[in-house]
């Protein structure tokens, strides 16, 4: 049995160049040949990482005061409504928010905008009031111009995801990407092996105040995601099968790069915004060292239907064999296809690996866990 290492330890070792840094998939093939006691021994950090469409993400915006000051009451970037329902000048402009009728630009594009230094055009009206009296604004603002410009994601990083297939005879355009009729594809949305939160399945080491890599830029994770669930059934491996654990995160969106961050129009069903997001995870014993271990055949998901509009599971697969670029289902064929980048991935992982390696990236130690059961209850139709 290995000593059990803290992050202060990690940290130490980390400010004096002396912390190994791998990233997942180097461990994963580590895990072939060396136990687990070896590799909590030989490692201290392993960098995971995922890049694929996020459609809960946004940005709060304070665009500072106008001469006269004005409280600002309906708000559009390029003509994407932002909600101002929060002060006088602060926004918050949703990632699939669209600029109706042209409802393949949003809220995503906005973002990326931004972020690219480019320059969006601001209009606002308001009623006016006796300390506000100013009613309307028309003018050019960009990331240097606004005061604030925070990313804040409510749901990201998926645990684990399911696979959609369509079993009906139509053609089908989802959040997950097109589906050709009669199970003629499959498509799935996570990193498998890298991916943040498959890495540690029992959130040992993710908490709120967790410090992450967030867009290109150093983001924190600020509390569970919507949507988060522990109460999934967990295979042999203990990893949870289909739809689980979720981030809220937050990070400087100023600081952040569009290689990272990218705006997406899916056909017929809106716009989403693919998210850059890498999670060091501590080697901190032997049980740690198992969990960074999995690999991608190891790691199960349901298939759904998406077709028939319940969302039936009709099975389960890997993802060994989904990056295959085939699973079998009832005696057929389906080709796979993921809507997640495993290249960027990759990149991110490599990035926060050499951060981590040249002293400017520390782990943190979560101010708080989270909670070890929560289920998710359905909206009850009651009208």
Same mark, same amino acid.
């Given at each position: ?6 992050? +202060?330890?990690?940290? +130490?070792?980390?400010?004096?160049? *002396? ?18 006691? +070896? ?103 960009? *990331? ?5 410009? =925070? ?18 005879? *139509? ?11 009669? #199970? ?27 410090? =992450? ?60 915004? #693919? ?21 991608? #055949? ?14 039936? =599971? ?28 495993? *290249? ?16 400017? #990236? ?22």
């Amino acid at each position: 049995m290995s000593k059990k290492k803290t992050i +202060e330890e990690i940290n +130490e070792k980390i400010r004096n160049g *002396k912390a190994v840094v791998l990233t997942a998939e180097q461990v994963s093939a580590m895990g072939k040949e060396m136990t687990h006691t +070896e590799i909590a021994k030989k490692v201290d950090v392993v960098t995971t990482a995922t890049f694929g469409p996020m459609c809960s993400s946004g940005a709060f915006i304070n665009f500072g005061h106008t001469t006269p000051p004005m409280r600002m009451e309906k708000i559009t970037l390029n003509s994407v409504p932002a909600y101002g329902g929060i002060a006088a000048v602060d926004a918050y402009i949703g990632a699939t928010e669209t600029a109706m009728p042209n409802d393949s630009y949003g809220g995503a594009h906005v973002i990326e905008d931004l972020i690219g230094g480019k320059d969006v055009l601001l209009q606002a009206t308001a009623k006016g009031t006796d300390c506000y009296p100013r009613t309307e604004v028309k003018t050019l603002v960009n *990331k240097n111009s606004i005061n604030e410009f =925070i990313m804040f994601n409510p749901r990201n990083a998926y645990q684990n995801y399911n696979v959609a297939v369509n079993s009906t005879s *139509k053609l089908k355009f989802t959040y997950m990407g097109t589906l050709l009729p009669s #199970f003629g594809n499959a498509n799935f949305s996570t990193s498998g092996e890298m991916s943040p939160l498959l890495n540690d399945p029992e959130l040992r080491t993710i908490g709120i105040g967790t410090r =992450i890599f967030l867009g290109g830029a150093t983001g924190y994770v600020a509390w569970n995601g919507t949507q988060f669930n522990t109460n999934k059934p967990l295979n042999e491996y203990g990893i949870p099968v289909g739809n689980a654990s979720t981030l809220a995160l937050i990070g400087d969106a100023k600081q952040m790069n569009t290689r990272f961050i990218k705006a997406a129009y899916f056909e017929k069903y809106g716009v989403t915004m #693919f998210v850059g997001i890498g999670v060091p995870i501590p080697v901190i014993d032997e049980d740690m060292a198992r969990s960074l271990s999995i690999r991608n #055949f190891q790691i199960e998901t349901n298939i759904i239907d998406y077709g028939s509009g319940n969302f039936e =599971i009709l099975g389960q697969t890997d993802y060994e064999s989904l990056f295959s670029g085939e699973i079998y289902l009832n005696g057929k064929t389906i080709r796979t296809a993921p809507l997640s980048s495993i *290249k960027v991935a990759r990149e991110i992982a490599d990035l926060l690996k050499e951060e981590i390696t040249k002293g400017r #990236f520390l782990l943190t130690e979560p101010v708080s866990l989270f909670p070890k059961t929560k289920g998710l209850n359905n909206l009850e139709i009651r009208l």
